[in-house]
Each structure stands twice: as structure tokens, then as C-alpha cells.
């Protein structure tokens, strides 16, 4: 494969940050953090009430990401300090999810504040090194090198995954007391596998800088006037608008079978190791997957194509998850979500990266992940509040479950709709996201 020998040690260095922050999101929003909330810190509760409280707190930690993203993405902007934002996101949140070792069992509240902080870091991290993008690549390389990020957070997450799982499973063959311990290790394994794989990123990618720095890292009255100049002008920019509104449609359903998935398999009553295991398949199915979307789709054009098919996959696997009936249907769907989960999340960065004005990343990314978080905050609160009106109306617990999931195929219905506007002028014509930006 010729276009591999083009990586540089930027690119390399770039997308180890997947690989490094991936580990977060398979062993701790993926699998054993609802898991253990579940089982550990909720025991004897009510599992209507925990999915409640597991949404309820994912959906507040949104609205603050929501509140603060852009401003201090624009900071980045200003004051060239995109890296700077990055190792503070990367250093708190791998600290604060280490400490989850120290959380005794039954104590909910603590868990779930040091998980919603460290979720904070973690996504807030995720703008800076997003925006970073345009810094080590360029527009015809942007879905290739986006796409090998993915690849390689999906491999690496997924190698910590069933290493921790191992432990989790047969604890005696690491010489970790019981399994409890071994998942409370867990924690500790992702901060220090977290912070670890950065130290290339800090060391090797060059950022670029603005012409001029604008202001400070910590004049906020800078950020808020490029937030407000941004503002004044986006409805002028139809491509990026329309585009911002799709993506936080379609994204909020990716987003909510990514984080609910374990938590919907467990409130239907399947095992644990189950579980597990179809979180596996997707992180190992995803690793070539997502690689193959960067070689097949190229382009603008070819970024929209693939965007179009993973939207429609991600459709028919919210209908078919309300009608699972066993472990072998839940592996099913795992495969199915392994080949597209990658491919949406990099060619839509890519797109993203592509139709955005240049030296503004920060900024735009900031409201990009802004958009992206706020879907957070819909999904699972639109999970749990439906599930507790079915389940208040006199549903059973298993069939307000499954509504609840059902209803996240609007997300990709309306998405769909909005991305194909995004792509057409007032007369119905296809246009050139990127001529509009000039």
C-alpha cells in the first residue's frame, strides 16, 4: 500500500493521540465503567435508575463542554496554543480516571463526578487535538491521515481493552487479588496508557501559529468577540452551517449507542462477558475498517459518499438493536457498527477540515465539538426520559428499553436530511462547500 509511505513522524506522532486517548473511551465510557456503576457503586439499585443517572450525568457534562468549548477554542486560535489546551485536557483527565481506583463500592456520587470530569477532559481534548489537524496535513491527505487516527485508536483502545478484560477475568494470572481490584486497576492502566501516548504529540507536531497572536491564553473577552464575529457571519457560510446541523443529528445517535450500548445490553439481561466481548469485535473490526474509509474515500466528494452509507448503517442498526433477542444478535450488530463507527467520525472530521476557514481550527472545532456534545446531551437524556414514561405508563422494564432505542433512528433520519442539504444550493444544485468560504 504506497500511500502508508507517506506517513511522517507528524502524521505518526498526530494520530497516536487516537491511540493513546482511544483507551479512555473502550475501557472506561465503553465498558467497565458502566458497567461497574452498574454492578459495583449502584449494587441493589434499580437498573431503570442507574441508566437515569448515568444519562442524566452524561448529559449535564455536555452542557458545560457545550458552554465552554468554542470560547476556548477560539483562545487556541488567538494566542497559538492549541498544544498548551491539549496537555492540560490530557493531564487532568488521565489523573482524575486513576483515581477512580480509590472510589469504595456503593459510593455513586463520587464515581460519577470523578467519570463526568474525566469525560470532560476527555472530550474537551479531543477540539484541540481535532483542530491540530490542518497543522500536520494537507486538504488532499486530511480523510487518509483522519482515517489512520481512527484505525489506531481502535487498535490501541481496543489492545488495553482485553488486556484489562483479561485481568478482570482471570486475575490470579497477573497476580491481582480478585476481579474487583483488577477493574479498579483498569482505571489506573488507561491514565498512565493515556498520558504516555501523547508525549509524541507534545514533542514532535509542529502547530502552526498565526501571523499574529491576538490575545492571551486567558483573555476570555477575546474569545467571546471571535465567538460572537463567527456567529455574525456563519449564516453566510450554508455548507458549514447546514453541515453543523446534520452532525449534530446523526452524531448524537453514533454517540449514544457508542456510550448506552453495555448499559441497554445489561438492563435486557445479557451477560456481562457478552458484553464484553461485542465491545471487542467492534474495536478489533473497526482497526481495518476505518483505515480502508480513508484509502476508499477521497476527497470532499468522496468524504460526502461515505458519510451518506455510514448515516443509512447506523439507521438500520438503531431499528434492528430494539429487537435483539440474544447474545448472538448483539455480536451481529457489533461487527456492523465496527465497520462504519470509525469511518463516520473520520471522514467527518476530514469533511469538517476541508470546509472550514483556514486558521480559525480552534475556533471552528470548538463548535464542532460543541455541536457534537450537545447531541450527548440529547441522547441519553432522550433515552432515559423515555424510558421512564414508558416505563411509569405500564410498559415492562425490557419493552421500555427497547422504545428508548428504537427512538434514536429519528437522529439519523433528520441527519441524513440535513447532511444532503448541506450539499445543495437555494436551487437544488449541488455546490462546493469550499467555495463558500472565500
Keep these: 500500500m504506497g500511500i502508508l509511505k507517506n506517513i511522517t513522524k507528524e502524521d505518526l506522532s498526530w494520530v497516536l493521540y487516537d491511540w493513546a486517548n482511544s483507551a479512555y473511551a473502550t475501557t472506561v465510557l465503553a465498558v467497565f465503567f458502566p458497567l461497574f456503576f452498574n454492578e459495583y457503586w449502584s449494587a441493589g439499585e434499580d437498573t431503570t435508575v442507574t441508566t437515569a443517572r448515568l444519562g442524566i450525568a452524561t448529559s449535564v457534562t455536555g452542557v458545560i463542554l457545550m458552554t465552554v468549548s468554542p470560547v476556548t477554542g477560539a483562545l487556541s486560535d488567538l494566542a497559538g496554543s492549541k498544544k498548551r489546551y491539549l496537555f492540560y ?30 469525560s470532560f477532559c476527555f472530550s474537551g481534548g479531543i477540539i484541540f ?41 482471570k486475575p490470579e494470572l497477573l497476580g491481582i487479588a480478585d476481579s474487583t481490584t483488577a477493574v479498579k486497576l483498569s482505571f489506573v492502566s488507561v491514565g498512565v496508557w493515556w498520558m504516555l501516548f501523547s508525549i509524541p504529540l507534545f514533542k514532535f507536531v509542529q502547530e502552526r501559529k498565526p501571523e499574529v497572536k491576538e490575545a492571551h491564553s486567558h483573555d476570555f473577552a477575546a474569545g467571546f468577540r471571535k465567538i460572537r464575529d463567527t456567529l455574525s457571519h456563519i449564516r453566510n457560510i450554508k455548507g458549514v452551517f447546514l453541515f453543523l446541523l446534520a452532525y449534530w443529528l446523526y452524531i448524537d445517535g453514533v454517540d449514544t449507542i457508542i456510550r448506552m450500548a453495555v448499559d441497554y445490553g445489561k438492563s435486557l439481561g445479557f451477560e ?121 405508563s405500564g410498559f415492562s422494564a425490557d419493552s421500555a428499553t427497547r422504545g428508548g432505542i428504537m427512538s434514536v433512528s429519528l437522529f439519523f433520519i433528520v441527519g441524513g436530511v440535513l447532511f444532503y442539504m448541506s450539499g445543495k444550493d437555494k436551487h437544488g444544485n449541488n455546490i462546493d462547500n469550499k467555495d463558500q468560504l472565500n
Design 272 to 392: 456481562s462477558g457478552s458484553l464484553i466481548k461485542a465491545i471487542l469485535i467492534t474495536q478489533f473490526v473497526g482497526f481495518p475498517a476505518a483505515l480502508l474509509t480513508g484509502i476508499l474515500f477521497k476527497g470532499v466528494k468522496g468524504a460526502r459518499k461515505g458519510i451518506y452509507f455510514t448515516i443509512a448503517v447506523y439507521f438500520g442498526v438503531s431499528i434492528l438493536g430494539a429487537f435483539m433477542k440474544n447474545e448472538t444478535h448483539f455480536y451481529a450488530l457489533a461487527v456492523t457498527v465496527g465497520l462504519v463507527q470509525g469511518g463516520i467520525q473520520a471522514l467527518s472530521r476530514s469533511y469538517f477540515a476541508c470546509i472550514i476557514p483556514e486558521n480559525r481550527e480552534g475556533e471552528f472545532f470548538g463548535f464542532y465539538n460543541m455541536i457534537g456534545k450537545f447531541a450527548v446531551i440529547l441522547g441519553p437524556l432522550f433515552i432515559a426520559v423515555t424510558g421512564l414514561i414508558l416505563r411509569s
Design 129 to 169: 487535538y481535532d483542530s491540530l489537524l490542518n497543522s500536520v496535513a494537507g486538504r488532499k491527505r486530511l480523510n487518509f491521515v483522519s482515517a489512520l487516527g481512527y484505525s489506531l485508536g481502535y487498535l490501541g483502545g481496543g489492545m488495553l481493552l482485553a488486556l484489562n478484560i483479561l485481568a478482570a477475568t
Design 89 to 118: 485536557a490530557t493531564l487532568a483527565g488521565s489523573l482524575s480516571t486513576a483515581c477512580l481506583f480509590f472510589v469504595p463500592g456503593g459510593s455513586w456520587l463520587p464515581a460519577l463526578l470523578l467519570f463526568s470530569f474525566s
